[in-house]
C-alpha cells in the first residue's frame, strides 16, 4: 500500500506553510521520493532548495474533474515516490474525493485560519465539516486577538469529536479552555447542566475528565439502549446538531443503573449521575462512565435537539 497524507483546508489557511516547514524537518529526511501533489495555487510556494533537499517531486491538478484514480495512478507511475502528499482544494468537497484503491490514507490534517474561520463556517459549512470529519489533527493558525476559541474547540468537536485541536498565535500553540471559562461550577455539589452546558460539559469530558472524576452532574437525557452493552448499563444523551439539519448525533456517555432493564428506549429522564474513568469495552480502553445515582421521569425539553451551530 502506498502511504497518502492528506493536508487539506480553505485557501490561505496554512496548508502551504504546515507542509513546507514538515518537509524541513530532520525527521521528514527519509528514504526514497515524496509526491506533493497541489490542488490550488496560493500565495505561499515552495522553494526548489527545500524541494530538491527533501527529493521532493511537485505536481499540479487545477480541475477537479482531474482528480480521479486514473490520473493519480498515471502521476505515481511517472515519479515512483515512496510516499504522497495531497494539498487538497478546499473548495472541493472532500466528499467526493477518490483515490486509487491501493493508496492508504496515513493521516489527514486540516488547516484553518482563526480569523476567517466564523463566516466559513457560517456560510460553507458543509465543505468544511466534510474536511473535518475525518482529520486526526486540526491547525487553527493566526489566533492573535481572538478571545472565544473554546467556542471554535466545540464547533469542531462536535463534527470530530476524536480529532486533536492546536491552536497557534504567532508566539506558539496556546491552551484552549480554562476552567474559568466553564458555564458551570465545578465546585457545585451536583453540577447542573443545562442545554449549552450539556454539550460543553461531553466535549470538555472528552478532553479533560480529570476536570470531573468523582464530581456529581445533573441533566436531562433521552434514553438509549445499545443491544451490546451489558446488563445494568443504558447511555443517557441528547441528540445534537453537529453541521446542519441532517447531520445529527447522539452524544452520550455510558452509566450504570441497576434498575436500566426497565427503562425505554428514547423515554425522558432527568439523571443524577457519578463521574467515573473506567474501562468500558465499547470505548476500547478508559473512559467516561457514569454511575446514576438517581433517575426521574421527566416531559421532553422544549428543544428536543441541542445545536452546536
Same mark, same amino acid.
Do not use: M
Given at each position: 500500500m502506498k502511504p497518502v497524507y492528506i493536508i487539506n483546508g480553505f485557501l490561505e489557511s496554512g496548508k502551504t506553510e504546515f $507542509?513546507?516547514?514538515t518537509l524541513d524537518q530532520p525527521y521528514f529526511q527519509v528514504k526514497g521520493k515524496t509526491l506533493l501533489i497541489l490542488c490550488e495555487e496560493g500565495e505561499s510556494e515552495y522553494g526548489n532548495t527545500l524541494l530538491e533537499a527533501s527529493r521532493t517531486e511537485l505536481e499540479f491538478i487545477e480541475d477537479e474533474e482531474d482528480f480521479t !484514480?486514473?490520473?493519480?495512478? #498515471?502521476?505515481?507511475?511517472?515519479?515512483?515516490?515512496?510516499?504522497?502528499?495531497?494539498e487538497y482544494n478546499g473548495m472541493w468537497n472532500f466528499k467526493n474525493m477518490k483515490l486509487p484503491w491501493h493508496w492508504s490514507v496515513e493521516q489527514q490534517v486540516t488547516t484553518i485560519d482563526a480569523s476567517t474561520f466564523s463566516m466559513y463556517f457560517n456560510n460553507m459549512k458543509t465543505l468544511l465539516a466534510e474536511m473535518i470529519r475525518k482529520s486526526e489533527l486540526i491547525i487553527f493558525n493566526?489566533?492573535?486577538g481572538i478571545e472565544d476559541l473554546n467556542s471554535y474547540k466545540r464547533n469542531i468537536k462536535a463534527?470530530?469529536?476524536?480529532?486533536? $485541536? @492546536?491552536? +497557534?498565535?504567532? #508566539?506558539?500553540e496556546v491552551d484552549e479552555m480554562m476552567e474559568d471559562d466553564l458555564p458551570y461550577?465545578? #465546585?457545585? +455539589? $451536583?453540577? %447542573?447542566?443545562?442545554d449549552q452546558g450539556f454539550g460543553i460539559w461531553y466535549l470538555d469530558s472528552l478532553d479533560h475528565? +480529570?476536570?470531573y472524576v468523582g464530581k456529581k452532574v445533573r441533566f436531562t437525557a433521552m434514553v438509549l439502549k445499545p443491544k451490546n452493552f451489558p446488563k445494568g448499563f443504558f447511555v443517557p444523551g441528547r441528540m445534537v446538531m453537529t453541521c446542519c439539519a441532517e447531520d445529527m448525533a447522539f452524544l452520550g456517555f455510558a452509566c450504570s443503573y441497576k434498575e436500566a432493564d426497565f427503562l425505554e428506549e428514547k423515554q425522558w429522564i432527568k439523571v443524577t449521575? *457519578? @463521574?467515573?474513568?473506567?474501562?468500558? *469495552?465499547?470505548?476500547?480502553?478508559?473512559? !467516561? @462512565?457514569? #454511575? *446514576?445515582?438517581? @433517575?426521574?421521569?421527566?416531559? *421532553? !425539553?422544549? %428543544? +428536543?435537539? $441541542?445545536s452546536f451551530l
Open positions: $507542509i513546507a516547514y !484514480p486514473a490520473h493519480l495512478i #498515471e502521476l505515481e507511475k511517472k515519479h515512483k515516490p515512496e510516499r504522497i502528499i495531497i493566526r489566533c492573535d463534527i470530530n469529536q476524536k480529532a486533536d $485541536i @492546536v491552536f +497557534e498565535t504567532s #508566539e506558539g461550577n465545578l #465546585e457545585d +455539589e $451536583i453540577i %447542573e447542566l443545562d475528565l +480529570e476536570r449521575a *457519578a @463521574v467515573k474513568k473506567e474501562y468500558f *469495552a465499547d470505548y476500547n480502553g478508559e473512559g !467516561p @462512565v457514569l #454511575e *446514576a445515582l438517581k @433517575v426521574e421521569k421527566t416531559k *421532553a !425539553p422544549k %428543544e +428536543e435537539i $441541542i
